[in-house]
């Protein structure tokens, strides 16, 4: 290094004291006074810079954990879930490794494994909602995913919007107002009816914007508004257009499809199959930071869950207006079933007003006030006899 030989040369040739040669080059005199012995020491070798790198490194990682570290990072990218350092850790962790977020960066971007991301929005600035307690709001939606041979599918889920748990995720063909209702309450017979439900406004969950905006025109919803009313569960449905308002179900996709792009399936089991695993490792291993970095799991069972609201009133009043069929039936749903009322063919395109009291149904013609037919439901049954 030149400024080395330099201050050594001024001692030793232009015969400086130490004082002279640090005032003259603005150095201290004990650096002088270093160079200078260092040199009668190792000669020329004086002259170059020494490394500042200490002689041991007592708190570096070993070479063990930055190979793991790496190789975790790669395993998970290829299975298409989340490899940020959070999630690193916790890994780590359940194999009695401990290293710091920070750590796990660092080896990270120095061995090129962190793609530059665009400035973001600071999280400080977003608004966040979250359920107080789990079962207190589940969030539902559905998406598609393209199998092998070209065939477009749907997937159906419901998500815990407090803990993130996902309590169900299923492939059908098609998602039908049928699939909501069924799939509702095979995640409730597990873990117990929520009190409130989030979903757009598709008609498969609501009809509330149908013909307009009017509803069904009958006074009642489908099959899964009825079965949400008769448990006094709450029904919210988010903005038309602003998908943002189920923001942690559309997160869920992305998250998803992250992991069938790297799993394709060539038919509705094998997808079936991929969306068991997806779900259990995102319920159970996966660390969420929205929570806490503790798994779905463990926040889901971590305090009491909310229930549905008893309604106040039990019992079911509607009136319903409708005109009867050339086969002489009228049909209306009652505890979330269908059901079709066999008035006769003679009354035929008569204008009815149907008056329904829990179980209990009857048929008034609009024109003439006559009774044309008294009725007991029986959800069991699609067609309904008159009494008597």
């Known amino acids: 290094m030149a400024k080395y030989e330099l201050l050594i040369k001024a001692v030793t040739v232009q015969g400086l004291s130490y004082a002279e040669t640090a005032r003259r080059y603005g150095v201290s005199k004990a650096l002088v006074h270093k160079l200078h012995h260092r040199w009668l020491v190792e000669g020329d070798a004086a002259f170059e810079a020494r490394s500042r790198r200490p002689a041991s490194s007592p708190n570096r990682t070993p ?3 930055r190979d793991r570290i790496l190789e975790l990072r790669d395993e998970l990218v290829r299975h298409g879930v989340d490899a940020g350092a959070d999630t690193i850790g916790a890994h780590l962790a359940r194999e009695q490794i401990t290293v710091s977020r920070v750590t796990v960066w660092r080896i990270l971007t120095a061995a090129g494994r962190v793609t530059p991301q665009p400035h973001k929005r600071p999280r400080a600035s977003w608004r966040r909602f979250a359920a107080d307690r789990p079962n207190e709001l589940w969030q539902s939606d559905f998406t598609h995913i393209t199998l092998t041979n070209g065939d477009d599918v749907e997937v159906i889920g419901w998500l815990d919007d407090h803990s993130r748990y996902l309590l169900h995720l299923t492939a ?26 989030l979903t757009d406004n598709g008609m498969v969950y609501t009809t509330r914007l149908a013909r307009g905006g009017r509803g069904r025109g009958d006074g009642t919803g489908n099959e899964f508004e009825t079965l949400l009313a008769d448990l006094g569960i709450i029904q919210k449905n988010g ?18 499809k ?58 079911t009043w509607r009136v319903r207006y409708d005109t009867i069929d050339r086969d002489g039936k009228i049909s209306l ?43 007991t439901l029986d959800p069991t049954h699609s067609y309904q006899r008159k009494n008597g």
């Not at 107002?177 to 009190?195: E, I, K, M, N, W």
């Not at 929205?290 to 799991?297: A, D, F, K, N, W």
């Open 63 to 65: 070479d063990s954990v």
């Open 239 to 256: 903005k038309p257009f602003k998908p943002t308002t189920q923001g942690k179900i559309e997160r869920l996709w992305q998250t998803l």
């Open 333 to 375: 749903r009652h505890s979330g079933r269908m059901l079709h009322l066999g008035i006769g063919r003679a009354h035929a395109r008569t204008e009815i007003a149907c008056l329904i009291h829990n179980q209990h149904a009857t048929v008034i013609s609009i024109s003439t006030g006559e009774v044309l037919g008294e009725y």
């Open 172 to 197: 059908h063909r098609r998602v039908t107002g049928r699939v909501v209702t069924s799939t509702f309450q095979d995640a409730a017979a597990l873990h117990g009816y929520p009190a409130a439900t």
């Open 258 to 315: 992250k992991h069938t792009v790297t799993r394709p399936a060539a038919t509705l089991t094998d997808l079936q199959a991929t969306l068991d695993a997806f779900r259990d490792y995102y319920n159970t291993i996966r660390p969420h930071r929205g929570i806490g970095r503790r798994t779905p799991e463990t926040a889901y069972q971590l305090i009491p869950k909310a229930t549905p609201t008893i309604p106040g009133d039990p019992n």
